[in-house]
């Protein structure tokens, strides 16, 4: 027997959630979902969730199970009792409000990938046929069009946690899917816009949403490739992208981090204002005896660091 110990809510009856567990003998071969849906069917029909298509397409029944996200669909329920468990603890997708049971609002998550408008942008009029791509145009946004919009990634972004201001995982894996789709003629607007607050460079590449997606979209990558784009199309007026040009300059420049101008050159050298929000920290630093180095010496073997960026820039 297994313990399926899930996080029940019915705000109309009970302000505040629980967990409620249940003694449960998985059937071989069943997926999280099947044991749901015969725990549903069977024993409590008023447990709620998301399901339909069964086959990891629709993107309904995301879920956390052992704390993380998933498709209940998709993953065999037994494969969720490694290392001696005996009990699989199911939740709702996090980041999101719950409505009820493992049932989310994904009203926010829908909201921001409209915020980065998922349609092509075309200055003339669509031509009478198809818009045609040659395999290697399609391949540049193959990944980002295989998302299912199932929510796992929201769910388990750690920079949502933290910052509900920002994008999302999934809104910018669709947003790549436009800025380098070669039919589209608004990727300079396109990376002007997400190169704002709350775009791509809040992402804190932890790589959660990877791990979690059930598909090739894998957005941090996505990610990544939308950044190179906005830095191709000069668009570096903004603290992310002076952060990276400052860690490329550095490393380039000595083979490792000068932590005194990556701040500053982050901040950008005129922006006032920002300079002087960095001042306490520096005081503190300074104060915790964790001021870098004044003098930022090369490592032994930058000729070798060098090289590496001759070869990458070839
Ligand atoms: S890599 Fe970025 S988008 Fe993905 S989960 Fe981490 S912070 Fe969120
Ligand atoms: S990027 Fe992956 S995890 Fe995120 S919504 Fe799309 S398919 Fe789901
Ligand atoms: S039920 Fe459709 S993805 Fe799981």
Redesign the pocket.
């Given at each position: 027997m297994t313990t399926f110990r899930i996080k029940r809510f019915n705000p109309e009856k009970q302000a505040d959630p629980y967990w409620e567990d249940i003694e449960y003998d998985i059937p071989p071969g069943a997926t999280l979902l099947d044991c749901l849906n015969d725990i549903k069917w069977t024993r409590d029909g008023t447990l709620s969730y998301r399901m339909s298509c069964r086959s990891a397409i629709c993107?309904s029944c995301g879920m956390k199970a052992n704390g993380h996200a998933l498709l209940a669909c998709q993953r065999q329920a037994e494969h969720l009792l490694k290392d001696g468990r005996d009990t699989i603890t199911i939740e709702p997708m996090g980041n999101m409000p719950v409505i009820k049971d493992l049932v989310v609002d994904m009203g926010e998550f829908w909201e921001k990938v409209n915020q980065v408008k998922p349609y092509l942008k075309e200055k003339e009029k669509p031509p009478e046929k198809e818009r045609r791509q040659s395999p290697e145009q399609f391949k540049l946004i193959d990944d980002a069009s295989t998302?299912?919009?199932?929510?796992?990634?929201?769910s388990d972004c750690n920079t949502l946690e933290v910052d509900k201001n920002f994008l999302g995982?999934?809104a910018l894996?669709k947003a790549q899917r436009f800025v380098q789709d070669s039919r589209d003629e608004g990727t300079g607007e396109r990376v002007r816009e997400l190169s704002e607050a709350g775009g791509i460079w809040d992402c804190t590449h932890c790589a959660e949403?990877v791990e979690?997606?059930?598909?090739p979209?894998q957005?941090m990558y996505r990610i990544k490739e939308i950044m190179s784009v906005a830095l191709e199309e000069g668009v570096t007026n903004n603290n992310g992208a002076r952060h990276a040009l400052s860690f490329v300059k550095s490393i380039k420049h000595s083979g490792r981090l000068n932590e005194n101008t990556l701040p500053v050159e982050s901040m950008g050298y005129f922006n006032i204002k920002g300079l002087m929000e960095l001042v306490p920290v520096g005081l503190r630093m300074l104060l915790k005896g964790k001021i870098p180095p004044i003098i930022h010496k090369n490592i032994d073997d930058v000729e070798d660091v060098r090289r590496i960026f001759r070869e990458l820039g070839e």
């Open positions: 993107g998302c299912i919009m199932c929510g796992c990634c929201y995982p999934a894996a949403c979690r997606c059930p598909k979209a957005p």
